[in-house]
């Protein structure tokens, strides 16, 4: 639902410590969200995840590449009260970032995501979930939270989609019609039983196109909602830990840092052929001692990939050129 006052059911429900849970409060959170700048807020149930048998194939081929955290965190993932005990709520939102595509002064870009200018996108949505989860506890004292962003172990876009609030792309990306896929999802698991309509999750409406598989340049993305992450640009420029190589660079295009093709070509995503100015020039970059890094980049997302893997990306793309 959009995260304005809507009209919210009447059901009555009960919270683990006996209080009634009135549609009010829900009504409440949802204006919250709203003031805060959320578009969108749903709620479901914790328990198995919709996705999680697809996650569990997903894992066992390997095709998460050398990302073992996921791997060591499947069990977490097979139901969210595993990382809050008596969670009896997930409350799903979504928070937008630019589409202008951010530019160093050469031209180069990074995926929007990241949001150069600003504080790593971690810290900030844990804040403003934060806030929203701060308006449940004081009107359910005794009542617990936990806020994810998305290095927690819960598969986010799973109970995104079974709040209703958008659909899975081909791109598998939670798409927000009407809003598009740019924006960051946060969960808050509660331990009060909120009340919320009846919620059918989203049919997709991607149709016939195939336009993200289409334009995917390393073939990662090899089917309708079938991504083999060893090959996604995201995961090579960010998470691997080994250094690009130059058949990488050659399909990396200008992008240094991430890879949003997949998005860009989405219909549903407008105003993604914007540019903004948000970064020095790589040649900047590139001479950056971990000094400099820490000045310019210090408090950014560009700080959990450090300052070798970032020149390592633009040496691959620049080899490329
Ligand atoms: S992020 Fe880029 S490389 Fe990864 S699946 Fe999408 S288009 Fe392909
Ligand atoms: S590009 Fe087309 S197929 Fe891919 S997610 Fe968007 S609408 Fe769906």
Redesign the pocket.
């Given at each position: 639902m959009k995260a304005s006052p809507p009209s919210i059911c009447n059901t009555q429900a009960h919270s683990s410590n006996s209080q009634p849970v009135s549609d009010k409060s829900t009504s409440s959170l949802i204006e919250k969200a709203s003031c805060l700048g959320f578009v969108e807020i749903g709620f479901s149930r914790p328990g198995r995840p919709l996705f999680f048998d697809q996650f569990c194939s997903w894992i066992s081929s390997g095709r998460h590449g050398e990302m073992g955290w996921l791997d060591r965190s499947v069990r977490l993932r097979e139901d969210p009260v595993r990382l809050l005990d008596g969670g009896r709520t997930v409350v799903s939102l979504a928070y937008p970032y630019p589409p202008a595509k951010p530019l160093t002064e050469d031209g180069f870009s990074v995926a929007r995501y990241t949001e150069p200018e600003k504080e790593d996108y971690h810290n900030r949505l844990r804040k403003l979930g934060r806030r929203v989860a701060k308006e449940i506890t004081e009107r359910y004292p005794g009542s617990k939270t936990r806020v994810c962003i998305d290095s927690a172990p819960i598969m986010e876009r799973s109970f995104a989609y079974s709040s209703g609030i958008g659909f899975i792309g081909k791109?598998n990306m939670l798409i927000i019609p009407g809003h598009g896929s740019y924006v960051f999802l946060v969960e808050i698991l509660v331990t009060v039983p909120l009340s919320y309509p009846k919620i059918e999750p989203m049919s997709s409406q991607c149709g016939s196109c195939k336009l993200c598989i289409d334009?995917?340049?390393?073939g990662?993305?090899d089917g309708a909602f079938s991504?083999n992450a060893s090959r996604?640009?995201?995961y090579l420029t960010i998470e691997d830990p080994s250094a690009v190589g130059s058949e990488t660079g050659k399909k990396m295009g200008k992008c240094f840092f991430g890879?949003d093709?997949?998005q860009e070509v989405c219909p549903f995503n407008e105003g993604g052929s914007s540019e903004r100015p948000a970064l020095p020039s790589t040649k900047e970059i590139l001479g950056m001692g971990e000094e400099g890094f820490s000045e310019v980049f210090g408090k950014t997302v560009f700080e959990r990939a450090g300052l070798e893997k970032m020149k390592s990306n633009i040496r691959a793309l620049r080899s490329a050129a």
């Open positions: 791109n334009a995917c340049p390393t990662a993305l991504l996604c640009l995201s890879c093709i997949c």
